[in-house]
Nanobody
Framework: VQLQASGGGLVQPGGSLRLACAAS??????????VAWFRQAPGKEREGVSC????????YYLDTTRGRFTISRDDAKNTVYLQMNSLKPEDTAVYYC????????????????WGQGTLVTVSS
């Protein structure tokens, strides 16, 4: 299983970005897998941001991003998205996607498969 996170970049406060997590691997599909987004800011621990179950039920783990971030999935494209709106400087971090079978969780140790991360910088 390979995950490729993309879509990060530099954005001004109040702006938007859409991150994508594309899964690949010999015959692998995200069908039946929960997919989560985590982030890690410099000097801080990795934290769970959001997860979407295999039944497309979303979970949001941070009060600071709830209402601004939306997670979605397109199993036909083997891709999960994180739409981030009204971005703030404190959203600056490397964002990682992760997946595994089973239920959503905001704990990193739940997931065996990780993408390489994409950097989001919110600054004027």
């Amino acid at each position: 299983v390979q995950l490729q996170a993309s879509g990060g970049g530099l954005v001004q406060p109040g702006g938007s970005l859409r991150l994508a997590c594309a899964a690949s691997g010999s015959g692998f599909t995200l069908d039946g897998y929960a997919v989560a987004w985590f982030r890690q800011a410099p000097g801080k621990e990795r934290e769970g941001v959001s997860c979407i179950s295999d039944q497309e039920t979303p979970r949001y783990y941070l009060d600071t991003t709830r209402g601004r971030f939306t997670i979605s999935r397109d199993d036909a494209k083997n891709t999960v998205y994180l739409q981030m709106n009204s971005l703030k400087p404190e959203d600056t971090a490397v964002y990682y996607c992760a997946t595994d079978e089973g239920r959503c969780s905001g704990r990193a140790r739940t997931y065996r498969y990780w993408g390489q991360g994409t950097l989001v910088t919110v600054s004027s």
